[in-house]
Antibody, heavy 119, light 111 residues
Framework: VQLVESGGGVVRPGRSLRLSCAASGFSFSSYGMHWVRQAPGKGLEWVAVIWYDGSKIYYGDSVKGRFTISRDNSKNTVYLQMNRLRAEDTAVYYC?????????????WGPGTLVSVSS | QSALTQPPSASGSPGQSVTISCTGVNSDIGAYNYVSWYQQRPGKAPKLIIYEDSTRPSGVPDRFSGSKSGNTASLSVSGLQADDEADYYCSLSTGSNDFVLFGGGTKLTVL
């Protein structure tokens, strides 16, 4: 299993950014996916989850209405569209795959991509 | 503020055992099915070490074990090794809004 995030960088408050997570080594279309973030020196914060087929999606309260998770099973990729970014969104963003088809524990993680929101 | 409470730190000497607790706020650990645990070494991505309360993924040493009683889950590490020094997070899924909860993390120091 390999997950690789991309799309991070420095962005001004109020602007948008789209993260991608490319998956390989497993049957991507059979597994749900999460985005999890970690602010500098802080703990883990769950961001969003999408079912294997996109049929269910949930968001953390701090990003609801601003972030959108989606996936393209033909490209083995999950996305996180981040709009109206705030300084408090600064964090390393990880994508993670479900450990099993029906178990949403985070079985595999990517190395993360850093998003820095600053004026 | 995390909905799952972990002690901020824990420690033990090489070869000793240590247990890290994870307590829910609103009977959530007792109400929901599964607790998972993650190990995060400095500068690295988290790694799943326990899921479904007590199941170890392939490759995780049996020195790591998980359990649950009432509204508290526990991670036990026996035969402590220097390599076990890391941050440990508990987590559970609520199955609905605020789908995943994490604990605040416990920094394990091997003395």
């Amino acid at each position: 299993v390999q997950l690789v995030e991309s799309g991070g960088g420095v962005v001004r408050p109020g602007r948008s950014l789209r993260l991608s997570c490319a998956a390989s080594g497993f049957s991507f279309s059979s597994y749900g996916m999460h985005w999890v973030r970690q602010a500098p020196g802080k703990g883990l914060e769950w961001v969003a989850v999408i079912w294997y087929d996109g049929s269910k999606i949930y968001y953390g309260d701090s990003v609801k209405g601003r972030f959108t998770i989606s996936r393209d099973n033909s490209k083995n990729t999950v996305y996180l569209q981040m709009n109206r970014l705030r300084a408090e969104d600064t964090a390393v963003y990880y994508c993670a795959s479900w450990v099993r088809y029906h178990d949403c524990a985070m079985g595999s993680w990517g190395p993360g991509t850093l998003v820095s929101v600053s004026s | 503020q995390s909905a799952l409470t972990q002690p901020p730190s824990a420690s033990g000497s090489p070869g000793q055992s240590v247990t890290i607790s994870c307590t829910g706020v609103n009977s959530d650990i007792g109400a929901y099915n599964y607790v998972s645990w993650y190990q995060q070494r400095p500068g690295k991505a988290p790694k799943l070490i326990i899921y479904e309360d007590s199941t170890r993924p392939s490759g995780v040493p049996d020195r790591f074990s998980g359990s649950k009683s009432g509204n508290t889950a526990s991670l036990s590490v026996s035969g402590l090794q220097a390599d076990d020094e890391a941050d440990y997070y508990c987590s559970l899924s609520t199955g609905s809004n605020d789908f995943v909860l994490f604990g605040g993390g416990t920094k394990l120091t091997v003395l």
